[in-house]
């Protein structure tokens, strides 16, 4: 077997993976570059254009995972891309969503490659998609030949699955993206314990040490930070994104609000996808079972459709909670008008519940310390840094810790570290040494390929 990553450098980037087993080519997951911009933002798709892809495993419907499979599909029309029966339902959605951003972005920025696809591409999509029940083996032939996969919830996010690849007796396991504690929407992984060949396992918090609280004492600081901040007459902003994070905050808002910790009457504001990702999350827990969600949650909790803000510099009208994309607080959208309403007013809360890249605007807020701050350089505005600025950990990716006793539950011959920074992926290789001497670790070097 080899393993070729395309990815263009050692980090989290645009997850793509090539594994050439026997006559079988399988790309695990074809996502964009979140750092990149244009074309740059692809795997190396070039390195895969005279081959045949016969499979694309789908791990999950972050654009980091799935936002380049429409130009892998235009080259190869043929690939079938297995994926969940929840990630079958909201792919083509979230890659709609993502032409609407690169086309916002063609102007804003200049980007003359935007959109990388446009909407009629979808169709092909829609077609290539094959959505595999959970835990149910499905075998390919091909001449002779065969593969077997079968896909384990990963926990992640709403549809995200791990995927067994077994092949002549031999093993193959990708992790995708891993959570193993319970979320509010989705349950954690639910992974095979029998031991495994080869291992490509997610680094993402490798160089992040165990936090000491747990989800639900997070969960707890936040609700009652929200109610401080309410009952002193203040706002809270929530940056979060709009597939997966924002409907866990949707259950736990309820929940507060159902405790009486929140008052019943203050309302939530959302915008567009966060709106109608609501009815894609309630479809998917119907007809899968797999996603806790139902569409009633939004009205109970009081959501109203966001539609337009104030000047930069003058605090919100209407005291409430603000759910806006994006997580990161990154420029032009949403969340980022609202920041430039709510900075500059000591009563306010900006509150981060995930991870934020430290070269974005919510990265350079959570890292800088006591920074009194922001532009707005898109606004022609400087805001002062007076509400509070808090992070919250509701990750939706494991700790290394946990990460590592799934792996010495399956005992790998040899482990693929993907999906991390450089010192994420160190901690593993050194852990790996250390506890598993036997494993062989491969760090990949982009574009080459290894012979595991
Ligand atoms: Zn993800
Ligand atoms: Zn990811």
Redesign the pocket.
């Known amino acids: 077997m080899h393993i070729t990553d395309l990815n263009c450098a050692k980090d ?1 980037g645009a ?1 793509c993976l090539l594994a050439e087993i026997g006559p079988f080519r399988i790309l695990f997951d074809c996502g964009l570059h979140p750092k990149k911009w244009g074309r740059d933002a692809l795997p190396q798709l070039n390195l895969v254009r005279d081959l045949s892809i016969d499979f694309v495993i789908l791990s999950h419907c ?1 654009l ?2 799935v936002g380049a499979l429409p130009v892998l599909l235009r080259e190869h029309p043929q690939t079938r891309v297995l994926c969940s029966p929840a990630s079958r339902i909201v792919a083509t959605r979230i890659l709609r969503n993502c032409i609407g951003v690169m086309l916002r972005q063609r102007d804003e920025k200049h980007i003359n490659e935007y959109p990388l696809y446009t909407y009629s591409e979808l169709d092909r999509v829609d077609a290539a998609l094959t959505a595999l029940p959970l835990g149910v083996p499905k075998t390919f032939h091909e001449n002779d030949d065969e593969i077997t996969f079968t896909l384990y919830p990963s926990g992640h996010v709403a549809g995200a699955v791990g995927c067994m690849v077994e092949y002549r007796h031999r093993k193959i396991f990708f992790t995708g ?1 891993v959570c193993f504690h319970d979320q509010e929407t989705v349950e954690g992984a639910d992974f095979p314990a029998e031991k495994i060949d080869t291992l490509i396992l ?1 680094t ?1 918090r490798g160089a992040t040490e165990a936090e000491d609280a747990t989800r639900d004492e997070e969960v707890e600081r936040l609700v009652s930070d929200v109610a401080g901040t309410l009952s002193g007459g203040g706002s809270v902003l929530v940056p979060a994104f709009a597939f997966g994070r924002m409907q866990e905050l949707v259950h736990i808002f309820n929940q507060a609000k159902n405790d009486g910790r929140i008052p019943k009457e203050i309302p939530v504001f959302c915008t567009g996808l966060g709106l109608d990702l609501a009815d894609y999350f309630d479809t998917m827990s119907r007809k899968t079972g797999d996603v806790k969600f139902h569409r009633s949650l939004m009205k109970d909790l009081g959501v109203q459709a966001l539609r337009t803000w104030e000047e930069p510099g003058t605090d919100v009208p209407v005291q409430g909670i603000y759910l806006l994309s994006s997580g990161m607080l990154v420029e032009h959208t949403p969340a980022w008008h609202i920041a430039a309403n709510m900075l500059g007013h000591a009563h306010n809360l900006v509150a981060f519940v995930g991870y934020c890249d430290p070269d974005t605007p919510g990265g350079r807020l959570l890292t800088r310390t006591n920074i009194d701050e922001l532009r707005f350089a898109d606004l022609n505005f400087i805001s002062r840094v007076l509400a509070t600025v808090s992070k919250y950990d509701l990750s939706g990716h494991t700790t290394r810790e946990r990460m590592m006793e799934f792996v010495y539950s399956v005992e790998p011959r040899v482990a693929v570290l993907t ?1 991390g920074d450089p010192e994420a992926r160190e901690w593993f290789e050194e852990e790996f040494a250390i506890e598993l001497p036997k494993t062989k670790t491969v760090n990949l070097e982009p574009g080459v390929p290894e012979e595991i």
Do not use: R, Y
Request: glycine share 0%; proline share 0%; hydrophobic share 10%.
């Open positions: 989290i997850n972050h980091d995972h993206d997610e993402t999906h």
